[in-house]
T-cell receptor, first 111, second 118 residues
Framework: DQQVKQNSPSLSVQEGRISILNCDYT??????FLWYKKYPAEGPTFLIS?????DKNEDGRFTVFLNKSAKHLSLHIVPSQPGDSAVYFC??????????FGAGTRLFVKA | DTEVTQTPKHLVMGMTNKKSLKCEQH?????MYWYKQKAKKPPELMFV???????INESVPSRFSPECPNSSLLNLHLHALQPEDSALYLC?????????????????FGPGTRLTVL
């Protein structure tokens, strides 16, 4: 049973436009959510996070939104740049060191 | 130094071989992790060490044996692996902060070791 779902395996966006990556989770007990970015031949890199006491966190071009009632998380990248092309993993920190990752969404930003 | 390093980058081994993967961090992190990642799948947690003690073993087969010699080093000893164990093995570390609402416990990943079992 997948506790974290990223239903879009891939997303293609034009440079300069907004990229929106979505994530759904099943367990309302989770209280800390993260996005990681992964380039080929590299390990995942932390991008941005949000705790359950907030509904929005912004860091430069990256904003994460949390809708607890819908158990939905989204990452907005604006404006998108070709260097943003990577696989993006939504991750949930269950506490006690366990982090559950979604299957990932591959983002292509076209120049 | 904000890096997690892993050696080797690539490893090819037979089913009767014994090999080890190594991971090192010098960020003073007190938690270290091993993950396994198959192609087009998310990383799957294998083991977690906190303060150099094994905290989590996700029912990993005994042919994988972790070791944490000190707070900066993490090894994964491999013996009698199967071809289906071929994957990218990722090491990560985290500061281990107790209160998630003040920053959480972000994990820092190494580049991984690409393992092929013949």
């Amino acid at each position: 049973d997948q506790q974290v779902k990223q239903n879009s395996p891939s997303l293609s966006v034009q440079e300069g436009r907004i990229s929106i990556l979505n994530c759904d989770y099943t367990n309302s007990m989770f209280d800390y959510f993260l996005w990681y970015k992964k380039y080929p031949a590299e390990g995942p890199t932390f991008l941005i996070s949000i705790s359950s006491i907030k509904d929005k966190n912004e860091d430069g071009r990256f904003t994460v939104f949390l809708n607890k009632s819908a158990k939905h998380l989204s990452l907005h990248i604006v404006p998108s740049q070709p260097g943003d092309s990577a696989v993006y993993f939504c991750a949930l920190d269950t506490g006690g060191f366990k982090t559950i990752f979604g299957a990932g969404t591959r983002l292509f930003v076209k120049a | 130094d904000t890096e997690v390093t892993q050696t080797p980058k690539h490893l090819v081994m037979g089913m009767t071989n014994k090999k080890s993967l190594k991971c090192e961090q010098h960020m003073g992190h007190r938690a270290m992790y091993w993950y396994k990642q198959k192609a087009k799948k998310p990383p799957e947690l294998m083991f977690v060490y906190s303060y150099e003690k094994l905290s989590i073993n996700e029912s990993v087969p005994s042919r994988f044996s972790p070791e944490c010699p000190n707070s900066s080093l993490l090894n994964l000893h491999l013996h009698a692996l199967q071809p289906e164990d071929s994957a990218l093995y990722l090491c990560a570390s985290s500061p281990f902060q107790g209160d998630k609402h003040f920053g959480g416990d972000t994990q820092y990943f190494g580049p991984g070791t690409r393992l092929t079992v013949l």
